[in-house]
Structures are given as C-alpha cells and as structure tokens.
C-alpha cells in the first residue's frame, strides 16, 4: 500500500458569528449562495482518495467530544463548500447527521464533492474523551471566574443570580448558576487546573462499540478513527473484536496514537495491524498524535508533532498504512515539515491558508 504524509489536520471552533443558526438558516444559506456565486470556490478535482494517496489529505476536525451540532453542521457546510477530503466527528448519531446535514447544504449551494465522513472512538481512557464537570452552586460568589477565560470552546457559562431568601444564607448576596455546557466541552482541560478551588472535575468516557457499528451500518459514514494509548493492545483487540466485520462498510480506519518512542511505537503498529488484518476490509491510516490537544499552543507543541512524523516516515518496517500528523499541528507545522523535506506544496494548500483571516472561527490547529 502507498504511503502518504500529511499535515493537513485541522481542529476548530466556532467563537462567534455562525454561518447560520435553527431560525434563519434559509436566509443565511441565501447569504452563502450569495457569496459563492460573487466570489467563486476553487474546483477540486481529485476524490477524496486521490488526495489520501497523493499527500495532500486535509481533514476538518470536529472534536471527538465536541457535540454542538449547530455548529458542526456550519462549520461541515463552510468547509465542504472549501474542499476538505474528511470531516471529523464524535460517534454520536445526532453529530453524524448535522455533518451531513451541512454537507448536502453545501452540495445544494453548488455541485461539490461529498467529503467523507468519520466518527471518532476509543478504546480506553483518552483525552480526547473527556468532559469538565462542576457544581456553579458550589462557587464562591465573588470567584474571578478563570475557567470561563481560558475555555476555547466557550464552554463555560456562569451567571450571577440574586437569593431570594437573603436571611437563609447571611452575608450572601447571591449565587452562580450556569456551569459547563456540556456538548460544547471537548475535554481539553485548561479550565482544571486554573479553578482557585479546585472545582473541576474532568469526567472520562468511553464510545459504546455496538452504538458504534450501528452508526457505521447507516450507510453515512465512511471512515472510523479508533484512538489508543499505543502502550498495550489489549483493549485495542476488544474493541475491534466488537466491531466485528463492519470495516466493509467503511473506506478506511484509522488509528491515532501518541508516540512512545520509535521501536516500541512500530512494535505496538505492528500487533495493532495484525489484529486488525483479517477483519480490515478498506484502507488503513496511522495518526501520529506527537502532543495531544495542543495544537493552539504554538511552535513548541509542533516540533514534537514533526519529530514524530519524522521517526514514522524514515522507518521502513512499519506496518501498511498511510501516515498523518496530528496533535500540536498549527501554523509552524508546514515550516517544520519543509526543514524535514516531509512538505509537498500543493495549489489546494496555497488556496487553504487564506481562510485563516476570513472564516470567523477560533482556531485549535490548523495546518
């Protein structure tokens, strides 16, 4: 199988400014419409595939834990009209659907390819899988509030709201309600350690396999990514026992992983594959996570990213499988990658890095 480099990974949030919104999303659409056919779309000529196998991938990631689906049918309709080969969600049915909700918009504005469409998983605790959690009533009235700062998400909403019964609680004036937003929260855990009481819990999950084989049975699913610690396989060989046969419905699996050093990496890759060999019935992808849920940090996240892929690419006994880069990918990536002879440059990626000034979202990675 071709092997194929790509550091075309990105991760986003809306802040503010939605394309559109529940109530006037047939305005919004016409305002779209409007602007595409002013401005124009470049053409991509190559499927989704072409690009996997060419070195050119760009995938739109969504968040595994990331569950506004208002916000993930704009930003999948926004960056279909802008090209990507594969948007990246959690492996919940109603995200999967407001994927391809925002998806069959954009075909609707103009005659796009269909990008494929891929739900995260894990087989054990991740960072990736996680969610804040805290009790509002529990904070001190006059709190300066440093989670609600820090989130980039805007996941955290507290207000101050007047007691009614002032003599119950003496010398309070009031109470805070509101608390994390659950489905915005992507388990990044900045807000944790910046609580000055200690608060903040951060809640690990992990995806039902059967939830998981239904969603990819639907027929609107393409691809599954299955994110593992790379330290033992055995959970890895549990989940994918579960999964059964139903890689024959998908185009390809991945499997993100953080590095744990060359030999043991490529040593763990291979179990890994062999597991998967005999029920693998599409294309396989490893991503490298090189600094997990850092790639808005800046260029210190990145060189571990790029030391990663560098180990990956020069390494000829591992396993079949493309290579992409993930985890502390952002705008030093392609400089990294071009001192590592690891960057091809391509029109597509040319044409990408205008919508760093002009979509009004808050980047976590880019490209």
């Known amino acids: 199988m071709a092997l194929s480099l790509s550091c075309c990974h990105a991760t986003l949030h809306l802040q503010q400014h939605q394309v559109a919104s529940r109530n006037n999303s047939s305005k919004n659409l016409d305002n779209v419409r409007s602007l595409v056919n002013r401005i124009g779309i470049a053409s991509v000529q190559s499927s989704s595939l072409q690009s996997l196998q060419n070195g050119n991938w760009v995938k739109l990631i969504c968040g595994a834990s990331f569950e506004d689906v208002v916000d993930i049918r704009n930003l999948s309709l926004v960056y279909t009209l802008a090209g990507v080969d594969c948007i990246d969600c959690a492996a919940d049915a109603s995200v999967v659907s407001a994927v391809n909700e925002g998806i069959q918009a954009a075909r609707g504005i103009i005659g796009v390819r269909r990008p494929w469409v891929m739900i995260s998983v894990n087989d054990d605790q991740d960072l990736h899988f996680r969610k804040a959690e805290f009790d509002p009533g529990n904070c001190p009235i ?73 969603l990819i049975k639907r027929g609107d699913v393409d691809a599954l990514e299955i994110h593992t610690n790379g330290r033992q396989t ?17 185009r390809l699996v991945a499997v993100s992983l953080p590095n744990i050093g060359r030999d043991l990496t490529v040593s763990t890759m291979k179990t890994m594959f062999s ?26 996240a990145t060189r571990e990213t790029i030391a990663f892929a560098a180990q990956l690419a020069r390494t000829n006994d591992r396993p079949p499988g493309f290579l992409q880069l993930a985890g502390g990918t952002n705008f030093h990536t392609v400089d990294g990658l071009k001192k590592e002879r690891l960057f091809q440059s391509t029109s597509t990626i040319d044409s990408w890095k205008g919508l760093e000034f002009n979509a009004n979202t808050k980047w976590r990675c880019q490209y």
């Open 142 to 214: 006059d709190c300066s509030r440093p989670c609600e700062i820090v989130c980039p998400a805007n996941a955290i909403s507290l207000q101050e709201e007047a007691l009614k019964e002032l003599s119950q609680v003496a010398g309070v004036s009031g109470i805070l309600k509101g608390g994390v937003i659950t489905e915005r929260c992507y388990g990044c855990g900045r807000c944790s350690p910046v609580c000055p009481y200690d608060k903040i819990n951060l809640v690990t999950y992990v995806r039902d396999a059967a939830t998981t084989v239904k």
């Open 234 to 250: 055995t959970y890895f060989q549990e989940l994918w026992d579960k999964l059964g046969d139903s890689s024959k419905y998908l």
């Open 275 to 300: 597991i998967m060999e005999s029920q693998l019935h599409c294309l396989n992808l490893w991503q490298l996570d090189g600094r997990p849920m850092s790639g808005d940090i800046g260029r210190g």
